[in-house]
T-cell receptor
Framework: ETAVFQTPNYHVTQVGNEVSFNCKQT?????MYWYKQDSKKLLKIMFS???????VNETVPRRFSPQSSDKAHLNLRIKSVEPEDSAVYLC??????????FGSGTRLLVI | GDSVTQTEGPVTLSEGTSLTVNCSYE??????LFWYVQYPGEGPQLLFK?????EKGSNRGFEATYNKEATSFHLQKASVQESDSAVYYC??????????FGTGTSLLVDP
């Protein structure tokens, strides 16, 4: 099956902890993205990588860091989470400006 | 920067009635325009895209025309069904590596 796969589906953690989310795409795309979707369903891009190189780095707190081992994998680490980090984190991939394919998201709840 | 404005939801319709979701955009580029649909617990999925001005896109009975003069890309459907209940996003994509999304419009169709 070709798609974008995200793990975990859901994660609950306490303020100050570190979390890491994984994303893998089997579509052969060369660009991967992280988007944040807040409780009002607003979608904002955080990062994008093209062939393992950081292309877009929107204004996000420094506790967020993307990690790419190859063009099929893009992980997201959050050091010392805060309550406002509670959201759905969506991974996506594309080839140049082709159709984006999204994963089903990782839901983070910070308590 | 780029921006997308769309009908504020939620929108509630009865099955069989018509739908219009307004979308306006601002950009200095020549973007491709997209409509995405998101069902609960899933990531956004492409409904259709239109890369050129004055062309129309359509899928599953939904359609929209890329109006460059009016900078609009309104989504329409003549007769909605209960299964159309979802969140709809208008987005623009540049020759680059990110999509700029509108705020999303939640549609609820009563049977």
């Amino acid at each position: 099956e070709t798609a974008v796969f995200q793990t975990p589906n859901y994660h609950v953690t306490q303020v100050g902890n570190e979390v890491s989310f994984n994303c893998k795409q089997t579509l052969g795309h060369d660009t991967m993205y992280w988007y944040k979707q807040d409780s009002k369903k607003l979608l904002k891009i955080m990062f994008s990588y093209n062939n393992k190189q950081l292309i877009v780095n929107e204004t996000v707190p420094r506790r967020f860091s993307p990690q790419s081992s190859d063009k099929a994998h893009l992980n997201l680490r959050i050091k010392s989470v805060e309550p406002e980090d509670s959201a759905v984190y969506l991974c996506a991939s594309s080839y140049w400006n082709s159709d984006y394919t999204f994963g089903s998201g990782t839901r983070l709840l910070v308590i | 920067g780029d921006s997308v404005t769309q009908t504020e939801g939620p929108v509630t319709l009865s099955e069989g009635t018509s739908l219009t979701v307004n979308c306006s955009y601002e950009t200095k580029q020549y973007p491709t325009l997209f409509w995405y649909v998101q069902y609960p617990g899933e990531g956004p999925q492409l409904l259709f895209k239109v890369p050129k001005a004055n062309e129309k896109g359509s899928n599953r009975g939904f359609e929209a025309t890329y109006n460059k003069e009016a900078t609009s890309f309104h989504l329409q459907k003549a007769s909605v069904q209960e299964s159309d209940s979802a969140v709809y996003y208008c987005a623009l994509g540049e020759m680059g590596y990110k999509l700029t999304f509108g705020t999303g419009t939640s549609l609820l169709v009563d049977p």
